[in-house]
């Protein structure tokens, strides 16, 4: 599904986007669709996840786009920095993202992560 959405099947965002209507345990699924698609479907689906600010989409997509290769992953990263209310959780998952980044030689990610408070451990 992840290779699907990589290589801009559009399909498999579509099949993504009514996924994510129906509650389950797998539901982080439709937000690593939307890291990973180079679609302006799918970058427009996740800047809808972005506005909503729910901490659990926010994560998964956090997530999908650390092993993301997609051209807007640093943007909407940015973006969800900048919300006013993030959790723990996700405050970790960002933390991890950019300084995997920084570790990577990329300048830019260095003062956006002295902006995330530090946190120790993923929370339960």
Same mark, same amino acid.
Not at 2 to 10: I, N, P, S, V
Not at 35 to 42: D, E, F
């Given at each position: ?12 965002? $579509?099949?993504? =986007?009514?996924?994510? #209507?129906?509650k ?6 439709a937000?690593?669709? $939307? ?8 970058d ?18 956090? =997530?999908? $786009?650390?092993?993301? #290769? ?8 940015? =973006? ?11 405050? $970790?998952? &960002? ?15 260095? /003062?956006? &992560?002295? =902006?995330? /408070?530090?946190?120790?451990?993923? /929370?339960?």
């Open positions: 599904t992840f290779k699907l959405a990589e290589m801009g099947d559009t399909n498999v965002i $579509y099949w993504a =986007q009514e996924f994510a #209507k129906k389950s345990k797998e539901e982080w699924m937000c690593y669709v $939307y890291a990973h698609s180079p679609l302006t479907a799918a427009e689906l996740a800047r809808k996840v972005i506005a909503n600010g729910d901490s659990d989409e926010l994560t998964w997509l956090v =997530q999908g $786009y650390m092993d993301s #290769k997609g051209t807007n992953c640093f943007d909407r990263l940015k =973006q969800i920095v900048a919300l006013k209310s993030k959790n723990r959780k996700l405050i $970790y998952w &960002l933390r991890r993202a950019f300084g995997d980044m920084v570790s990577d030689g990329n300048k830019e990610a260095e /003062p956006i &992560l002295g =902006q995330l /408070p530090v946190v120790d451990s993923e /929370p339960d």
